[in-house]
């Protein structure tokens, strides 16, 4: 078989040599006439799988997207012609949520708040806003929880009507996927008609997709009111060639990397691998546990001392927010958008890091961090 995969999926050869000829393409330009020979085609989330990429590989028998978002997929056209499809549900949920709670210790910071005294809306309450709902209750910090689908399907669930939300909350952090159309509609949720409905100090995150956000709507915001809104934004409208306008006007800015830890893009390749063994009824031969790099950092001891406020020095140790907003705002200009998601440097998970100790306190691992065997 030929394997074609986006060369920015880490450990593709290692996973997929079982199934044959693995080759490597640039995922934003790559054309049709380079896909021709594809059995089996791995994308991220920069490609437009469609008819029109598709056209030419008459025997493509299975499209993976490495990723949580499949907005970039036309899955009615792969299921008209037969071809099986895989996204990876969850793979780097948790690296989302370790790059929202940097950005929210980094705005605690820079304007003295006490998180436990805000009210964080989250938006979107899948596998990302779910993780992140966890670790804040962890922290003690009130949360309102705005998903109509999962309020629609389950009479326990806590919601909050995005309206209401939006005049409560403290900081807004997005986790929906982009839906354009119908009653859950998602693209442009935050607009000019939206924005003024929240409070003026209101903080936001996105790091879901650029397009939950009327990119314009929030710059003419920003450039109007004289106390502007603390911003966080990892994901932009129109990427690559993002609205740079914005950067001078937002606390963090990142070039979609949320998602970006060296377990999360990983996780990608293995899930998609996984369905692949069982769509070709061929053995699971290859583990992620094996394949992954010894960590920089394994053990930390932890004392009967460590509490509550010790968490964010912790979290530090792996991962802040500002080294990839430093680095956009050195870079963007002269390499631009591709290239510093392409030479994002290694960053691990909190799961990476074994705390040792007598006792850990039960919100450490409720945080992602993992307890030494
Ligand atoms: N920045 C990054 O690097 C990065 C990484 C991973 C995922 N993402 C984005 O985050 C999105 C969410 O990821 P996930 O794993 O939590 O997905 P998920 O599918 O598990 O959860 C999404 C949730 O959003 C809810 N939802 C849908 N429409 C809604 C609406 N109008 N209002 C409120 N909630 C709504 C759904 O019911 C669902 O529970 C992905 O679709 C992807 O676009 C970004
Ligand atoms: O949807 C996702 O999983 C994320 O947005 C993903 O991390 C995007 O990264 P990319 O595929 O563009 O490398």
Redesign the pocket.
């Known amino acids: 078989m030929r394997i074609f995969a986006d060369e920015n999926m880490p450990l593709v050869q290692p996973f997929f040599a079982q199934f044959g000829d693995v080759s490597l393409f640039n995922g934003r330009t790559v054309a049709a006439a380079q896909l021709a020979e594809a059995d089996i085609l791995l994308v991220r989330?920069v490609t437009q799988v469609n008819a029109e990429l598709l056209n030419n590989c008459p025997q493509l028998r299975f499209v993976g997207t490495a990723?949580?978002?499949?907005?970039h997929i036309d899955q009615p056209y792969l299921a008209q012609r037969n071809i099986g499809f895989a996204s990876a549900?969850?793979c780097?949920?948790q690296?989302?949520v370790e790059?929202v709670l940097s950005s929210l210790w980094y705005l605690a910071d820079k304007y003295q708040w006490q998180l436990t005294e805000k009210t964080i809306g989250v938006?979107?309450?899948?596998?990302?806003?779910?993780r992140l709902v966890n670790a804040l209750q962890a922290l003690n910090i009130s949360v309102l929880q705005?998903?109509?689908?999962?309020a629609q399907q389950e009479a326990d669930f806590a919601h909050t009507d995005?309206a209401t939300l939006c005049r409560q909350a403290d900081i807004i952090s997005f986790?929906?996927?982009?839906?354009s159309n119908g009653p859950?509609?998602?693209r442009h949720?935050l607009n000019a008609t939206t924005l003024p409905q929240l409070k003026p100090e209101c903080a936001l995150i996105n790091?879901?997709?650029g397009a939950v956000i009327d990119n314009q709507a929030l710059l003419n915001e920003l450039r109007c009111v004289e106390q502007r809104r603390p911003v966080v934004l990892?994901?932009w409208e129109q990427e690559p060639d993002i609205l740079t306008a914005l950067l001078p006007y937002v606390d963090i800015a990142t070039a979609?990397?949320?998602?970006?830890s060296v377990e999360?893009k990983a996780r990608g390749t293995e899930m998609l691998y996984q369905r692949c063994c069982e769509l070709f009824g061929q053995p699971v031969k290859q583990q992620l546990g094996q394949l992954l790099a010894v960590p920089a950092m394994e053990k930390l001891q932890i004392s009967a001392d460590f509490g509550l406020p010790d968490v964010q020095n912790l979290a530090r140790l792996l991962y802040d927010v500002r080294r990839d907003d430093a680095i956009l705002r050195h870079y963007l200009q002269r390499n631009g958008f591709d290239w510093l998601r392409k030479s994002y440097p290694a960053r691990r998970e909190f799961s990476s890091l074994q705390l040792c100790g007598k006792v850990i306190p039960g919100y450490l691992p409720q945080l992602g961090f993992s307890l030494a065997q």
């Open positions: 989330s990723t949580i978002g499949m907005d549900p969850g780097n949920a690296s989302v790059y938006v979107g309450v899948g596998n990302i806003g779910r705005c998903d109509p689908l999962r995005f986790h929906t996927p982009l839906i859950f509609a998602t949720l790091a879901s997709r990892d994901v979609h990397i949320a998602g970006h999360g």
